[in-house]
């Protein structure tokens, strides 16, 4: 196994109903640790640039509502198998098809209001990780 880093974000219905501590803990109590972080406010424009791989999709425009309708935390996770672990840990898209235990399954609003994001591979993590920050925001891990 290798450390990776990965993207994790906690969407506006997971800072809305103040589960931040509580999915942050979900990653730290699984071995994952955050090395950089921070709560900001997207932009239509910004949120249209992280999900542009969707953008031919139906529910674009409605994604990009939902992510911009309030404030999101985004941080870098760093750990053995980070990306796999963290998707893992999130559970299925789809809160209906979340295995039990997993953040979706027990905290997601709706398919689309699921709480969380957490990149789905080594290419993908890379450039979502210099979407919101730069090198020297991210510290040394302790682990
Ligand atoms: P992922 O977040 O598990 O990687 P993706 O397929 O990459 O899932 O979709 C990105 C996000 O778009 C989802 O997390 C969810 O918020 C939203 N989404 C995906 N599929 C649908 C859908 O069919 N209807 C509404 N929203 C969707
Ligand atoms: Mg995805």
């Known amino acids: 196994m290798a450390k990776e880093r990965t993207l994790s974000i906690i969407k506006p219905d997971g800072v809305r109903r103040n589960l931040v501590g509580t999915v942050v803990n979900r990653f730290e109590s699984n071995g994952l640790q ?15 640039g992280f999900y542009a791989v969707h953008k031919e999709r139906p529910f674009f425009g409605s994604l990009v509502d939902y992510m911009t309708s309030g404030p999101i935390v985004v941080q870098v ?17 789809n809160p209906e098809q979340a295995a039990e235990g997993t953040i979706r399954k027990e905290f997601a609003v709706s398919l689309e209001q699921n ?5 789905d591979a080594p290419e993908t993590a890379a450039t979502e990780i210099a979407y ?5 925001e991210l510290v040394n891990p302790v682990l």
């Open 77 to 93: 996770l760093e750990g053995e198998s980070a990306i796999s672990k963290n998707r893992e840990i999130m559970g299925a898209t």
């Open 115 to 119: 709480t969380v994001h957490g990149s």
């Open 34 to 48: 955050v090395i950089g972080m921070k709560m900001i406010h997207l932009s239509q424009k910004e949120a249209e």
């Open 132 to 136: 919101f920050f730069s090198e020297t």
